[in-house]
């Protein structure tokens, strides 16, 4: 088997909104560049996401110069968002968690809440401070997210999801494979190694950057949803709940965090230090 390496890099400058795939990226204490560090909510400020508005998977975002996106869909004039000037910081509910951040102002607010045919805002998460920290259980003190769902990047490799469309093919559901790796929201993809070999690494090494791998991710809705059509299925769930599971969690993928910052490259070597 050839020596690992990173297949590819996707960075998503807002939460649930299909993302960009950089040749190279640099990796902040709290994941990649620009990655997830948009969110939108509801007016009470609970965040929207594919899990209630699949339709968000037809939208793009693409990051700008100083920190601001591009935001893209079907039938709609794109819109240039920057860093807001407005340093008044709303609270943004993120599961259990309570983050402060900047409102994007109005004219994105507008923009998402007729796309998504429901009232929206458009938030950003600025300083340091206002990131959340990790789960205690899987993090050092101090170890920051920003708007990802629970850690700073998450990891998926090509062998692994080849395994994972030859048993769809098997399955009551063929039909709905072979499945796109974007299914699964990925920061970082590796070739190069067995399936499902990331299910038992604790450290890896990305080019110079090394990283503790935190836990398998468990795996929602979400990944049934068609990143193309916005359509719903019952795969990989079905697949994932028969033959990849830990305990009650259908898992996919390994969560990691960065032990020290630096640029990933695709091409880089990928070693397994433990």
């Keep these: 088997m050839a020596n690992p390496v990173l297949n590819a890099v996707h960075v998503y400058p807002v ?3 299909a993302g960009c795939t950089p040749g190279e990226a640099a990796v902040e204490p709290w994941g990649l560049a620009g990655d997830r560090r948009w969110v939108l909510t509801e007016p009470d400020g609970r965040i929207i996401t594919q899990r209630q508005q699949p339709r968000l998977a037809l939208a793009s975002a693409r990051p700008l110069p100083g920190g601001g996106v591009r935001l893209a869909a079907p039938g709609r004039e794109p819109l240039d968002v920057g860093v807001p000037a ?8 993120i599961f259990r968690d309570k983050v402060e951040a900047v409102p994007a102002g109005a004219a994105a607010d507008a923009w998402a809440s007729d796309w998504l045919g429901v009232e929206a805002r458009l938030r950003y998460l600025d300083a340091p401070e206002h990131r959340r920290p990790i789960d205690p259980e899987y993090a050092r003190p101090g170890e920051t997210v920003s708007f990802a769902d629970a850690y700073p990047l998450l990891l998926t490799t090509t062998a692994s999801l080849d395994a994972l469309n030859s048993l769809i093919a098997q399955g009551d559901h063929a039909d709905e ?3 796109p790796m974007n299914r699964f929201r990925p920061n970082v993809v590796v ?5 499902w070999a990331e299910d038992g690494w604790r450290r890896v090494r990305i080019g110079e950057i090394p990283f503790r791998v935190a836990r398998s991710s468990a795996r929602c809705v ?4 068609d990143q193309r059509t916005a359509e719903r299925g019952k795969e990989p769930l079905r697949t994932l709940a028969r033959h990849h599971r830990i305990g009650d969690q259908l ?7 960065p032990e020290t910052t630096g640029t990933l490259r695709v091409g880089d070597p990928v070693e397994i230090l433990e």
């Design 15 to 17: 939460k649930s909104v």
């Design 86 to 93: 407005e340093f008044t910081t709303v609270t943004v509910q």
């Design 177 to 179: 494979g072979p499945l």
């Design 191 to 195: 070739d190069g190694v067995a399936p």
């Design 222 to 225: 979400i990944t049934t949803t």
């Design 251 to 257: 898992v996919f993928g390994q969560n990691l965090i």
